[in-house]
């Protein structure tokens, strides 16, 4: 199945804003963060501290995924 990918803040600095990738069915989001740290090792210390969201829902990272979802990986922010 195709799921949409869009990054957020210092994850830009790891992937493009936006990008697609292929899974299997019945694919969840813990997929889906494999995958992306295989596709960037180095970007692993940012994601297993992200928030997930499909469109504009927070989701749990067990959360089964369907063709076509947006899937946005908001990372942590810090601000003052």
Known sequence: MNIRIKTFAVLKSYFEEEFEIQLEDQSSIVDVMDRLEKLNPKANHVLTHSLIAIE????????????GDLVCILPPVSGG
């Open 56 to 67: 504009d829902e927070m989701v749990d990272k067990s959360r089964k995924l369907n063709e």
